[in-house]
């Protein structure tokens, strides 16, 4: 049963991710119906989790995206895999006993999708272009730990910041310090925006 669960977190976690393969497409066409029929002066993505991957990754191909909020976003879909394959118990159960059930997965999904996982990589992605990033993480997220942000925090080549929430479990840095929460993104993006 076990083994089981392993594999359909991991397809998915795997088929969910499809949509990071084609973002730059989507993206780029969002951005552009968005400018073809708003007057947009600023635009940032603000993402969680998944969401925070996808605005990582779409700011890295669509430079009219200015800035990004990402709590609790991956580096990449390997190492995520691992860490849902260690039934949230340690990273470490899913690089070793399930492993193999996982790198299976992972194959079998990029098969059918057309797609290499290993280029499922917001750390991947922060590389390729210079914007500014506001990373947050909670230090009791053991969904994505930070040691996901972190990383990307140490590939990103622009202005970058990293708030690390005492307590905050995944995706709760919000509920965790609602008052700094808004305070930190309200500032990143005004500092972002300024500079355009």
């Not at 088929?15 to 007057?39: D, H, K, M, P, R």
């Amino acid at each position: 049963m076990i083994l089981f669960n392993q594999i359909s977190a991991a397809a998915l976690l795997l088929s969910l991710t499809l949509c990071l393969q084609c973002v730059g497409v989507v993206t780029v066409a969002i951005t552009s119906a968005l400018y073809s029929t708003e007057n947009v002066r600023h635009l940032g993505a603000l993402g969680v989790s998944m969401g925070a991957a996808i605005a990582l990754q779409s700011a890295a191909v669509e430079p009219r995206i200015e800035g990004v909020v990402a709590e609790d976003p991956f580096a990449d879909l390997r190492e995520v895999s691992y860490d849902y394959s260690g039934l949230h118990f340690s990273p470490l159960l899913g690089k070793t006993l399930f492993r193999p059930a996982t790198i299976f997965a992972m194959d079998q999904m990029g098969e059918a999708g057309g797609f290499r996982p290993d280029d499922v990589s917001p750390a991947k992605a922060v590389v390729t272009r210079s914007f500014p990033i506001l990373l947050i993480c909670g230090t009791r997220d053991r969904t994505i730990p930070c040691r996901h942000a972190e990383r990307i925090y140490e590939a990103a080549r622009g202005w970058k910041e990293l708030w690390v929430v005492n307590g905050a479990e995944h995706a709760s840095a919000l509920g965790r310090a609602p008052a700094d929460y808004e305070d930190r993104v309200i500032d990143f993006l005004a500092k972002d925006f300024a500079n355009f």
